[in-house]
């Protein structure tokens, strides 16, 4: 089956002047073009769903890019593709870490809202929040997060 430029950009979620820039960057190799246009085929997706993840994780377009000339270069970069993916990955768990983080902490804000809104009053909960200077996330206190 076939797909136009405007049906690949709606499945990705993306525009589709996003893919005509991936495109003249050479960062989608293998699409056929048909007078002029191009056309996306069932076995491009296999790329784009790599295309989409590298994006999704913020990789520099450059390294999107040495990564395809790598892979257009064939076997002989397997390892080089494969070390490639292993830093993405690690990058990826760290901000996996962050946005855990980043999600306890509205947790708190959210109890510690849920509490303030049922008094009036932030008085009840602003002495639970940590006063020293760090960027450690404050917790929700054990007999606070059960209702007791």
């Known amino acids: 089956m076939t797909y136009s430029?405007?049906?690949?950009?709606?499945?990705m979620n993306v525009e589709p002047s996003t893919l005509r820039y991936y495109d003249s960057m050479g960062?989608?190799?293998g699409?056929?073009?048909?007078?002029g246009r191009r056309i996306f085929e069932d076995k491009d997706f296999k790329w784009l769903r790599v295309l989409n993840c590298m994006k999704k994780i913020n990789m520099p377009i450059d390294?999107?890019?040495a990564y395809v000339e790598l892979?257009?270069?064939g076997d002989s970069t397997l390892q080089k593709r494969f070390d490639m993916i292993l830093e993405q990955k690690e990058i990826v768990l760290g901000q996996i870490d962050e946005l855990k983080n980043c999600l306890k902490e509205f947790e708190y804000?959210?109890?510690?809202?849920?509490?303030?809104i049922k008094a009036?009053?932030?008085?009840?909960?602003e002495n639970v929040t940590s006063c020293s200077p760090t960027l450690e996330v404050?917790?929700?206190p054990k007999n606070k997060k059960e209702g007791k």
């Open 109 to 116: 804000k959210e109890w510690y809202y849920t509490e303030a």
């Open 27 to 29: 960062l989608l190799p």
């Open 31 to 35: 699409v056929k073009r048909v007078n």
């Open 120 to 125: 009036g009053t932030e008085k009840v909960v």
């Open 71 to 73: 892979a257009e270069k």
């Open 138 to 140: 404050d917790t929700i």
């Open 63 to 65: 390294k999107i890019k």
């Open 5 to 11: 430029i405007k049906e690949v950009a709606d499945m």
